[in-house]
Structure formats: C-alpha cells, structure tokens
C-alpha cells in the first residue's frame, strides 16, 4: 500500500477516531493497513500493535470488541456513526 492511499485514508478521519490513532501513534503504535469501504465505508486502519490504552471511558460513542482472529484481527474500536474502524491486525506485536 503506497503512503499517499495511507494518507488519504486518515485523512477522512474525524471525530472520537481520530484522536484515538493520535493517541496511538504518539506511545509508538504503527499503522500496518488503511483502507476505505471495508468493513466501513469511510476509513478503516489495522495497527501493527496492540492498544496501549483503554479508551472505552474516554470515548463512549465507540464500540470496543475483543475478536481474537489470528486470521483477521485481535481487537477493534467502531464508530458506525461516522462509518471509521480502528483494528489491531491479526499478526500484531503483544
């Protein structure tokens, strides 16, 4: 995946997302993938690790699942209301 599609991807981010991947990204988490269209048809990112934080009380308009895929993805924080989805990839550092 080329950095411009990565880009443009969390570009479209707004709202509670958003701030989570900046969260994310400062305590040295990596994107892995971004996508558009699947499974949500705004952004969706994969992280190369796990959550380094709980956000689940700071942000209670998203949607938190514990997957546990090693085929897909181990965890996931979904915000349906802005159509964006945050995921740590199934080949995630613990």
Do not use: C
């Not at 411009?4 to 707004?14: D, H």
């Not at 990204?25 to 269209?37: F, M, P, V, W, Y």
Request: charged share 35%; no cysteine.
């Amino acid at each position: 995946m080329s950095m411009t599609t990565k880009k443009r991807v969390i570009e479209k981010l707004k709202g509670p997302l958003k701030e989570l991947l900046a969260k994310e990204l400062e305590a040295g988490n990596e994107i892995d993938t971004a996508e558009s269209e699947w499974p949500r048809k705004r952004s969706n990112i994969w992280l190369k690790q796990r959550f380094h934080n709980d956000y689940k009380e700071l942000y209670p308009s998203l949607k938190y699942r514990y997957l546990g895929d090693p085929r897909n993805w181990i965890e996931e924080y979904d915000d349906p209301e802005n159509e964006e989805f945050i995921a740590v990839s199934a080949s995630a550092k613990v």
